[in-house]
């Protein structure tokens, strides 16, 4: 059985120094990996709605939403 006395709690000193952002490639990298996934739905709404396919223009929007909404988060 272990017993609690003055030397049972040792404080934990495991908290590293994290970076406090991203380099500066990184934020353009993601900038344009982004415009590009923006300018690809878009198209790809234009697309749909132009073929007749509403359905597939709301799935491709409701996606888009969903991963801009995941990286702003």
Do not use: D, K, Y
């Amino acid at each position: 059985m272990v017993g609690i006395g003055e030397g049972a709690m040792i404080p934990q000193h495991s908290e590293t120094p994290r970076p406090t952002h991203a380099s500066h490639s990184a934020n353009w990298l993601l900038a344009t990996l982004l415009s590009l996934i923006l300018i690809a739905a878009i198209a790809g709404v234009v697309v749909a709605l132009s073929s007749g396919m509403p359905t597939v223009a709301i799935v491709v929007a409701l996606v888009t939403g969903a991963v801009f909404a995941g990286v702003l988060c």
